[in-house]
């Protein structure tokens, strides 16, 4: 048993509340992206817009509270522009991905879904992968005004940032370059020191950068995976020094460029092995600290010849990395 009297007045109090803060907005123009952009601009700061968001998912949330009660009827176009507005706010404020519908009721959730495809908000705030074809369309920029472009730029900032994130999570040392050349652009495209124009071209640039990164394993011999754990080695690099051992310990001598850069890539096959063999790592060797130690010594060991200095670094990046590629459970 509910008391609707007290789910009527929270959907008063929080619809009233959210209202508030957009006094002044002109709303049923038949372009709601003008209508979002006009809000954007009047909330202007990001505490503001947490703000904005924070009694936006109130009001939704007495909206589901109530409903099916007739009430909720008078209420829905508001929330219909809100939540619109809350899945764009999330692009340009925050640079993230909009909030997934799966959170909400079913029926309201097919309300919403119906209001973005009508009004093309969903065209708008879809985020694209590099994988996808119409990814790079966007640095087409002929054509496009001011207004369409600055949306573009910050669509692509939440792309980039997204995509980015993920790659970064699986090969930090690989792709946090990337990750901060993004961010650097992102931070003077809000500060108006780039136009849209220029920070889409900024973009293109890494896009085409980040590209060849993806296909370098191509060139070098190496698995994808293998060729992973050689741009770790590459961070940990000595110049041209390598290390032997000897009857009398380890001694030291110098290599040319090529003779080096053959022994790390060889060095990135031998590890990227050493974590798929049955005989030192079999299935489930992730769940086994023993078995774990043994390859982060031997992972050192093979390291240390390779004239390599920081080993106990060397050896954790490593397994950070196989934790993410060289698990196997059966």
Same mark, same amino acid.
Do not use: C
């Given at each position: 048993?509910?008391?609707?009297?007290?789910?009527?007045?929270?959907?008063?109090?929080?619809?009233?509340?959210?209202?508030?803060?957009?006094?002044?907005?002109?709303?049923?123009?038949?372009?709601?992206?003008?209508?979002y952009d006009a809000l954007a601009k009047e909330l202007?700061?990001?505490?503001v817009w947490f703000t904005f968001k924070r009694k936006?998912?109130?009001?939704?949330?007495?909206?589901?509270?109530?409903?099916?009660?007739?009430?909720?009827?008078?209420?829905?176009?508001?929330?219909?522009?809100?939540?619109?507005?809350?899945?764009?706010?999330?692009?340009?404020?925050?640079?993230?991905?909009?909030?997934?519908?799966?959170?909400?009721?079913?029926?309201?959730?097919?309300?919403? $879904?119906?209001?973005?495809?009508?009004?093309? !908000? #969903?065209? @708008?705030?879809? /985020?694209?992968?590099?994988? &996808?074809?119409?990814?790079?369309?966007?640095?087409?920029?002929?054509?496009?005004?001011?207004?369409?472009?600055?949306?573009?730029?910050?669509?692509?900032?939440?792309?980039?940032k997204k995509i980015l994130a993920e790659k970064k999570?699986?090969?930090?040392?690989?792709?946090?370059?990337?990750?901060?050349?993004?961010?650097?652009?992102?931070?003077?495209?809000?500060?108006?020191?780039?136009?849209?124009?220029?920070?889409?071209?900024?973009?293109?640039?890494?896009?085409?950068?980040?590209?060849?990164?993806?296909?370098?394993?191509?060139?070098?011999?190496?698995?994808?995976?293998?060729?992973?754990?050689?741009?770790?080695?590459?961070?940990?690099?000595?110049?041209?020094?390598?290390?032997?051992?000897?009857?009398?310990?380890?001694?030291? $001598?110098?290599?040319?460029?090529?003779?080096? !850069? #053959?022994? @790390?890539?060889? /060095?990135?096959?031998?590890? &990227?092995?050493?974590?798929?063999?049955?005989?030192?790592?079999?299935?489930?060797?992730?769940?086994?600290?023993?078995?774990?130690?043994?390859?982060?010594?031997?992972?050192?060991?093979?390291?240390?010849?390779?004239?390599?200095?920081?080993?106990?670094?060397?050896?954790?990046?490593?397994?950070?990395?196989?934790?993410?590629?060289?698990?196997?459970?059966?």
């Amino acid at each position: 048993m509910k008391d609707l009297d007290v789910d009527r007045d929270n959907l008063k109090r929080a619809h009233a509340e959210v209202m508030g803060l957009m006094k002044g907005i002109q709303r049923g123009t038949n372009n709601i992206k003008a209508e979002y952009d006009a809000l954007a601009k009047e909330l202007g700061t990001e505490d503001v817009w947490f703000t904005f968001k924070r009694k936006g998912k109130a009001f939704i949330r007495a909206y589901e509270a109530l409903s099916p009660d007739p009430l909720v009827l008078d209420y829905k176009d508001d929330l219909k522009w809100v939540t619109g507005f809350i899945a764009y706010g999330m692009m340009v404020f925050e640079k993230k991905e909009a909030v997934d519908l799966r959170t909400y009721s079913a029926k309201i959730r097919q309300m919403l $879904e119906e209001h973005l495809h009508v009004t093309g !908000l #969903n065209t @708008i705030i879809k /985020l694209r992968s590099l994988t &996808d074809p119409e990814f790079k369309d966007d640095f087409k920029i002929e054509g496009k005004d001011e207004g369409e472009l600055k949306t573009v730029a910050i669509r692509k900032s939440t792309e980039l940032k997204k995509i980015l994130a993920e790659k970064k999570e699986k090969n930090p040392l690989r792709y946090g370059p990337f990750s901060e050349r993004v961010m650097i652009v992102l931070q003077r495209f809000e500060e108006g020191q780039l136009t849209a124009a220029e920070t889409l071209e900024k973009y293109k640039k890494i896009v085409q950068d980040l590209d060849n990164e993806d296909r370098a394993h191509e060139k070098s011999g190496l698995n994808e995976r293998a060729y992973g754990v050689y741009k770790i080695l590459e961070t940990f690099l000595q110049k041209k020094e390598t290390v032997e051992e000897t009857s009398e310990g380890y001694g030291t $001598e110098t290599f040319n460029e090529h003779d080096t !850069l #053959n022994q @790390i890539l060889q /060095l990135a096959e031998e590890i &990227d092995t050493l974590y798929l063999s049955d005989q030192t790592a079999p299935p489930g060797w992730h769940l086994k600290e023993q078995l774990k130690k043994e390859l982060r010594q031997e992972v050192r060991k093979k390291s240390h010849h390779a004239g390599f200095k920081d080993l106990i670094s060397i050896s954790t990046r490593i397994e950070d990395y196989a934790l993410k590629h060289h698990v196997r459970v059966a």
